[in-house]
């Protein structure tokens, strides 16, 4: 794994709250060898970089999947050495991508605790526009919080003032993507556009899926098709869109 342009600023306390784990994890995973080792810097502190949070974020992910750590360790042994912490966080995207929905409801102390830093009024509007995060029913700032009872929440509990669901696996994405220099806009402009385009392509494959299997297939068929071509879809959709953007990006620059 390389090291990053940053160096390494993360004590073991503040990676572990960052990833949503305890500490005991983040060592647990080390004696592993499933995390490299931090850089040691004076009085013997080890420092984490972008790249292991990536890669902690990556290790949850496939635990979530039901993986054991021998086959998660095989799996880690069989990507790239000099993945960068962007490189690890698209492999966790499509990991996830196929994976149950994850999000959970958390007040906006836990929320600050897990993004390594303080989040104003327009870092929360940012995440919201992004998907990364949503108010929950009931918390200030909906419509549910000018003097109306709270909604219950996932758990069938009120939902306490500034409280947010959250995917724990995106919220590092989201907060990195705050210090872009985006107005929020054009934030909303993307996300519409990404909505447009992506839900076409799924109308049209689905409706291929549909010519494929036929109508006299069984419903378990169909499920089983299904589950084969997701993840297969997902990878070619961010492999396209990857290689897509670079091309576009190189055409632009080119002009400028």
Do not use: C
């Not at 872009?180 to 993307?190: F, R």
């Amino acid at each position: 794994m390389t090291t990053d342009t940053e160096e390494p600023t993360l004590t073991v306390d503040e990676l572990a709250a960052r990833a949503g784990v305890t500490v005991r994890t983040v060592r647990f995973y080390s004696s592993k060898g499933l995390l490299p080792p931090p850089v040691i810097g004076p009085r013997r502190v080890g420092h984490y970089s972008q790249e292991h949070l990536a890669r902690l974020a990556l290790i949850e992910e496939l635990q979530r999947q039901g993986m054991t750590l021998a086959a998660i360790e095989r799996h880690l042994q069989q990507l790239p050495a000099d993945l960068s912490a962007q490189d690890l966080a698209l492999h966790r995207a499509v990991v996830a991508s196929w994976a149950p929905d994850a999000a959970e409801d958390v007040p906006r102390e836990e929320l600050e605790r897990r993004a390594g830093r303080p989040l104003g009024e327009e870092d929360l509007e940012r995440l919201v526009a992004m998907n990364i995060i949503e108010r929950a029913e009931g918390a200030s700032g909906t419509a549910h919080s000018s003097g109306s009872p709270a909604a219950p929440d996932s758990s069938g509990s009120p939902a306490a003032p500034d409280t947010f669901r959250v995917d724990p696996a995106l919220l590092a994405l989201g907060i990195q993507l705050l210090d872009v220099p985006l107005a929020h806009e054009s934030i909303l402009a993307a996300r519409g556009v990404l909505l447009e385009h992506s839900r076409a392509a799924a109308r049209e494959l689905s409706a291929l899926l549909r010519e494929a299997v036929g109508e006299h297939e069984s419903v378990a068929a169909v499920k089983s098709l299904s589950a084969h071509m997701q993840p297969l879809v997902v990878q070619a959709l961010l492999t396209t869109f990857q290689r897509s953007l670079k091309a576009e990006l190189r055409e632009w620059l080119k002009e400028s």
